[in-house]
C-alpha cells in the first residue's frame, strides 16, 4: 500500500508530539513548570522546522504541503504533546494544567475543519437584478470545483441539491475533477454521467475548463450530452422568453478565439440580450472595461479561501481580486456584478483538505429585472 502524504503528515506529527512531550517531561523533573514548558514548546519547534525543511527538499517548494504540515502540527501534534503531559504529570499545578487544556483546543478544531464543515453543503441562494430591456425570470444554478477524483455520496448529494432548486441554466465554473490521468481514464465513467443527468433534467448546461481539469477530459465526459463545453466562445440562448449570451472563458485556451468570440459577445443583436461570462479564475474580469456591456460574471477557483478567520475573512484566496470577493457572493466589481461560488470540494494534492468558516456551496442565482 502506497503512503499517502496525509499520512506522512500524521506519522510526522505525532513524532513531534512525543518529542516535545518526553523533552518537557525531563525538563520538569529537572527544573520548575515554567522552564519545563519552554523546553517543551522549543523543541516541538525545533522539530517542526526540521519537518518543514525535510518537506521543502523533498517536494521542493510546495505551499500546500508545508501548509498541509503545519495544519498537522498544530491540530494532532501540539494537543498530543499536551494531552500526554497532562496524563504524566498528576501532581502538576493548576495553572500549568490549564495551559496544557489550552493547547489541545487545536483538536476539536481539526476535527470540525476536516471531517464536519467541508460536507455541511448550502444553497447560497441570492437575487441578481438586471437592467434588461425584455422582463427576466431566470434561475441559474452554479456548479463550481467539484473538484474531486470520484463521484461518491457526497458529490450526488451536491448534484441532488442543485436539481431540487430546479434551475434553468447550468453553469460550471471548472474543477470539475482532480486527479492524474491514469485515474482520470478508469473513472470517467462516473463523471460523464454527471454531465448526462444535468442535461437530461436542466435545458440549458455550460463549462469552460479549470486548473485541475483538462479540456480534452471535458470533451470526454459531455460527449453525446446537450452540456456545451465552452473554448473560449459565445453561444446565444433564449430562456423563458429572455434572450441570454454566454461567452466561456477557458483557462490557458487560445487568446486569438477568444478575442474572436468576445467580439461576438459584444456584439449588437436584434433584442440586446443579457450577457454572462462564465471563467473559472475572478480575476479573468479584468480583461474587460467598466463600460462594457456585461450583466453579470460567475466564477470559482478561491473555495472561498476554504478558511476564513472571524473579523479578517480568508488569508488566502490564490486570487488576483480582493479578498473580500474572492471570498465569494455576489459583489460589484470594476462596474460589473460578479458571482464567485465558495464551490463543492477542496483543494486536493498535498494541501490538507479542509474546510473553516467556508461552507461548500451550490449557487442558486435568480436574474430579474432591477426594481
Known amino acids: 500500500m502506497t503512503i499517502g502524504f496525509a499520512q506522512l503528515v500524521i506519522v ?24 519545563g514548558l519552554l523546553v517543551g514548546v522549543g523543541v ?3 522539530a517542526s522546522l526540521t519537518a518543514l525543511a525535510l518537506v521543502g527538499l523533498g517536494l521542493g517548494p510546495d505551499r500546500f504541503a508545508a501548509l498541509h504540515l503545519i495544519y498537522g502540527i498544530a491540530t494532532i501534534g501540539l494537543p498530543l504533546a499536551a494531552v500526554i503531559t497532562l496524563v504524566t504529570q498528576r501532581g502538576a499545578s493548576t495553572w500549568f494544567r490549564v495551559v496544557l487544556v489550552c493547547l489541545t483546543v487545536g483538536a476539536p478544531l481539526g476535527i470540525y475543519a476536516s471531517f464536519v464543515e467541508p ?19 431566470v434561475k441559474v444554478g452554479v456548479l463550481a470545483d467539484l473538484q474531486t477524483d470520484s463521484i461518491g455520496d457526497y ?18 465554473p471548472g474543477d470539475f475533477w482532480q486527479m492524474s490521468f491514469e485515474d482520470f481514464r478508469e473513472r470517467a465513467p462516473q463523471f460523464a454521467a454527471v454531465m448526462q443527468r444535468l442535461s437530461d433534467e436542466v435545458p440549458h448546461v455550460a463549462v469552460v475548463r479549470g486548473d485541475s481539469d483538462r479540456q480534452f477530459g471535458l470533451r470526454v465526459i459531455t460527449e453525446g450530452t446537450n452540456v456545451v463545453l465552452l473554448d473560449n466562445e459565445t453561444i446565444d440562448i433564449t ?8 461567452l466561456g472563458i477557458s483557462l490557458l485556451g487560445d487568446e486569438f478565439a477568444l478575442d474572436f468570440a468576445t ?3 459584444f456584439a449588437p443583436a436584434t433584442t440586446d440580450p443579457v450577457r454572462i461570462v462564465l471563467s473559472h479564475r475572478p480575476g479573468e474580469i479584468e480583461r474587460f472595461s467598466p463600460d462594457d456591456d456585461i450583466d453579470l460574471v460567475v466564477a470559482g477557483h478561491t473555495h472561498g479561501g476554504q478558511v476564513s478567520l472571524p473579523f479578517f475573512g480568508p488569508p488566502f484566496t490564490n486570487s488576483i481580486v480582493r479578498r473580500s470577493v ?17 464551490g ?28
Open 326 to 342: 474572492a471570498a465569494g457572493g455576489l459583489h460589484r466589481l470594476d462596474g460589473h456584478s460578479i458571482y464567485v461560488s465558495t
Open 12 to 35: 510526522a506529527s505525532v513524532l513531534i508530539a512525543l518529542a516535545a512531550a518526553l523533552s518537557t517531561n525531563r525538563a520538569l523533573r529537572a527544573g520548575s513548570e515554567g522552564t
Open 263 to 265: 467580439d461576438r459577445f
Open 44 to 46: 516541538g519547534l525545533v
Open 239 to 246: 430562456v423563458r422568453g429572455a434572450p441570454i449570451r454566454i
Open 344 to 371: 463543492v470540494g477542496r483543494e486536493r494534492r498535498n494541501a490538507p483538505r479542509v474546510r473553516f468558516g467556508v461552507r461548500p456551496s451550490i449557487g442558486v442565482l435568480t436574474l430579474t429585472n432591477a426594481r
Open 155 to 172: 458529490e450526488q448529494r451536491a448534484i441532488d441539491r442543485l436539481l431540487e432548486e430546479e434551475p434553468d441554466i447550468v453553469l460550471i
Open 119 to 137: 460536507f455541511w453543503l448550502r444553497a447560497d441562494r441570492v437575487e441578481v437584478p438586471l437592467e434588461s430591456a425584455v422582463p427576466i425570470d
